[in-house]
């Protein structure tokens, strides 16, 4: 694996960690959220922009999106 991807995969760990956390989720709860808005290609599609901001932004970031994702479905 080559040293972005390697960045980009700790990146997207980190993501799901504190998602799970701040959420108050198991592991399996988190990425089943993750994965039906489609957030983990979000945050690896904009890894440059999204790894230099803070937890608590990213964080916000992540809610953003998926209420954005759970507006659009409706």
């Known amino acids: 694996m080559d040293k972005k991807k390697q960045d980009i995969a700790y990146f997207v760990s ?3 960690e504190q ?3 701040a959420k108050h989720l198991t592991g399996s ?3 089943r959220q993750l994965d039906e808005y489609k957030v ?3 945050l690896s ?3 440059d922009i999204l ?3 803070s937890r608590q932004w990213i964080l916000e970031d992540i809610e953003e ?3 954005l994702r759970k507006e659009k479905s409706v």
């Open 65 to 67: 999106f998926i209420r």
């Open 14 to 16: 980190f993501c799901i």
């Open 45 to 47: 599609e904009h890894y």
């Open 51 to 53: 790894h230099t901001q």
């Open 40 to 42: 983990l290609d979000y």
């Open 19 to 21: 998602y799970k956390n």
């Open 29 to 31: 709860e988190a990425m």
